[in-house]
């Protein structure tokens, strides 16, 4: 039987790989697979990490003002701070930006023994209430049509032109030890995510269980920070504006005693902020299934999440599209495992995953499920400040980048698309498919209500 992947997918993974090659060997020789990672206060640091193929004595020279990539015009310079040579292939650059201006534009290029880089650019946060969008999800595969509809993810979130990624985990199928694919996904991540005016996306990358092979490895390929002594403790917090807080947190190591410790503490510290959201890649309950409970991830952070405000928690895993309603933690009459809904102060369950990886059935629905789907998708967030006497809310949308049909084909979304321009990140892009969530339609703002 001829399979779906053997009709749909060729001719999208002959363009892709066309384009790596294209790219990649007219004028990027001695580096590639640039990566814009956040962590801290993204409204003064950034992390721009790359692969240096040849060449010595990289600096990146960077400002405000596009110079055309001129290295001589930027009005900073600097040497690597971290180096992480020979890992999952590549020879890993980072520079830790720090005191940069809040809400810019930062141009930068990367000047070696041999050659100067492309000229990219990337933007700063906020440093207070300020609209902005993001793009949310998790799990990507290596091969096959799985990889190919992660792709499609990747170019839709191209053509939205997000702030930034927020990646709740799994980069490749199998442990996270393979060279060959950790250097296709830092090539696709490169390649598809940056837009046409050179736009570098940030990333918030959280562990899952297919990085789960060396559990130091966000660390040595996005230079994200860890905890205490132990490499492997890989959580972290980001926030920016007193607006906008993200808990990067970990599934996958121990989450009882320092970890829960650590997020009782954030949440604390971010109290004031207007929003405050969690990521991690393991569900608590769910809706497939296809996978297990995680009891005991209800059982350390539902109250806390609860007890703190926290507004929306964004996990992944399942391969599923899954919204909840505003639950919190209940044992009373019309709770379903533990949860209830609650408009007022409940926190929204985001997730399941399915940048990439095969949907699965969506067979455990919960009373307080909102909308499950199975496709392949991305959530894409309007965050908005109070302003002119109206509360400060996100709109959350999910938005469809790869579909079986009836048939058992895979279509993909990405390609009708119309690309927003820059300034125009909060328009509904011409050509895009939302998931529609009768009686809410395509658009589920929190603060809920009916
Ligand atoms: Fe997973």
């Known amino acids: 039987m001829q399979t779906r992947s053997a009709i749909e997918v060729r001719p999208l993974l002959r363009s892709a790989l066309l384009a790596t090659l294209l790219f990649s060997t007219a004028a990027l020789a001695e580096t590639a697979r640039f990566r814009v990672v956040w962590s801290g206060d993204p409204s003064t640091s950034a992390t721009i990490g790359w692969d240096q193929l040849e060449g010595d004595n990289p600096v990146l020279y960077y400002g405000t003002k596009d110079v055309d990539g001129d290295p001589e015009k930027f009005e900073h310079s600097m040497k690597p701070t971290r180096n992480v040579p020979n890992y999952r292939g590549m020879n890993n650059m980072f520079v830790r930006l720090e005191n940069l201006e809040a809400d810019q534009k930062y141009y930068f290029v990367v000047k070696d023994s041999q050659q100067v880089s492309y000229q990219f650019w990337f933007r700063t946060a906020p440093d207070k209430p300020k609209a902005f969008t993001f793009v949310a999800g998790g799990d990507t595969k290596s091969y096959g049509s799985a990889l190919v509809a992660g792709r499609e993810s990747n170019m839709m979130t191209r053509k939205l032109r997000p702030l930034f990624v927020l990646f709740s985990g799994d980069f490749n199928s199998g442990s996270g030890l393979s060279t060959g694919r950790w250097q296709q996904w830092f090539d696709d991540w490169f390649l598809l995510t940056t837009t046409d005016d050179n736009r570098l996306t940030p990333i918030v990358p959280v562990h899952g269980n297919h990085e789960d092979g060396d559990k130091t490895v966000l660390h040595n390929l996005f230079d994200v920070p860890y905890q205490g002594d132990n490499q492997e403790n890989i959580y972290f917090d980001t926030a920016f504006g007193n607006f906008f807080s993200i808990l990067a947190l970990n599934s996958q190591i121990k989450a009882e005693g320092a970890q829960t410790e650590w997020l009782e503490k954030n949440l604390k510290k971010y109290e004031d902020h207007t929003f405050k959201v969690a990521a991690y890649h393991k569900p608590f309950f769910p809706h497939t299934t296809r996978k297990r409970e995680n009891q005991h991830l209800y059982d350390l952070w539902a109250n806390l999440f609860f007890t703190h405000g926290l507004d929306l928690s964004f996990d992944a895993d399942s391969h599923i599209s899954k919204m909840t309603f505003p639950i919190r933690p209940s044992d009373e009459e019309g709770s379903h495992m533990g949860f209830i809904r609650d408009d007022k102060k409940g926190t929204m369950y985001i997730g399941e995953g399915s940048w990439g990886a095969g949907p699965r059935s969506t067979d455990d629905?919960?009373?307080?499920?909102?909308?499950?789907?199975?496709?392949?998708?991305?959530?894409?967030?309007?965050?908005?400040?109070?302003?002119?006497?109206?509360p400060a809310r996100i709109d959350i949308r999910t938005v469809i980048t790869a579909k079986e049909n009836e048939a058992g084909l895979m279509i993909p979304y990405s390609h009708e698309v119309v690309p927003?321009?820059?300034?125009?990140?909060?328009?509904?892009p011409e050509g895009i498919?939302?998931?529609?969530?009768?009686?809410?339609?395509?658009?589920?703002?929190?603060?809920?209500?009916?």
Do not use: C, M
Not at 420 to 428: C, D, H, Q, S, W
């Open 420 to 428: 927003l321009k820059e300034g125009e990140e909060f328009n509904i």
């Open 433 to 450: 498919e939302l998931f529609n969530t009768e009686p809410y339609g395509d658009v589920i703002t929190y603060p809920f209500s009916e």
């Open 365 to 390: 629905l919960k009373p307080w499920t909102l909308r499950a789907g199975a496709f392949n998708q991305v959530k894409w967030l309007h965050v908005f400040p109070e302003q002119d006497g109206k």
